[in-house]
């Protein structure tokens, strides 16, 4: 059973437009999410995080949504410039004292000049 | 900072041969993790140390895999012996004390042939 989904596997976007990614979960033991940026060849890096607590956080160019209700999380790219084409994670971690990160599949995101 | 450092970055090996991947954390990082990443599985967290204690290997899929943390700033993860179905990218992890961010290895790519 996946806990993480991430249901678009891909995604392609002008440059200067704004990429909306989006990512489901289940549980409801969730309480701090986190995307990730995956470029080829390299691991994983950390991008945004957000709390349970909020339903906003922003960095930037990027804004990471969460609506708890629904169990959904979206992350905002405003203007998507090429640099941005990789693979984008979506990460959930369990309630306090929990160590462990789910991760969804991914969504590669292709932003076009 | 050098960041979380993996060796080798690639390995090919034969079916029954014993791998040994390895991981250097994050200076001050007191939490470790390996992860297997596959295109049907994805993400999936193999083991967990903290303060150089296995936690949690719930997520070893047999026998043939073992990890050690001999101290902190050194893992090592083994397979052995190694069949073609562990051909993945496999990744490390590290995470300071109280965080929630886990900094990710550039992986390595493991190919049994």
């Known amino acids: 059973d996946q806990q993480v989904k991430q249901n678009s596997p891909s995604l392609s976007v002008q440059e200067g437009r704004i990429s909306i990614l989006n990512c489901d979960y289940t549980?409801?033991?969730?309480?701090?999410f986190l995307w990730y940026k995956k470029y080829p060849a390299e691991g994983p890096t950390f991008l945004i995080s957000i709390s349970s607590i909020k339903d906003k956080n922003e960095d930037g160019r990027f804004t990471v949504f969460l609506n708890k209700s629904a169990k959904h999380l979206s992350l905002h790219i405003v203007p998507s410039q090429p640099g941005d084409s990789a693979v984008y994670f979506c990460?959930?971690?369990?309630?306090?004292?929990?160590?462990?990160?789910?991760f969804g599949k991914g969504t590669k995101l292709s932003v076009i000049p | 900072d050098a960041g979380v450092i993996q060796s080798p970055r690639h390995e090919v090996t034969e079916m029954g041969q014993e791998v040994t991947l390895r991981c250097k954390p994050i200076?001050?990082?007191?939490?470790l993790f390996w992860y297997r990443q596959t295109m049907m599985r994805g993400l999936e967290l193999l083991i967990y140390f903290n303060n150089n204690v296995p936690i949690d290997d719930s997520g070893m899929p047999e026998d043939r895999f073992s990890a050690k943390m001999p101290n902190a700033s050194f893992s090592t993860l083994k397979i052995q012996p190694s069949e073609p179905r562990d051909s993945a990218v496999y990744f490390c992890a590290s995470s300071p004390p109280g965080k929630n961010i886990q900094y990710f290895g550039a992986g390595t790519r493991l190919s049994v042939l």
């Open positions: 990460a959930a971690k369990g309630g306090a004292g929990s160590y462990q990160l789910t």
């Open positions: 549980n409801s033991m969730f309480d701090y």
């Open positions: 200076s001050g990082h007191n939490s």
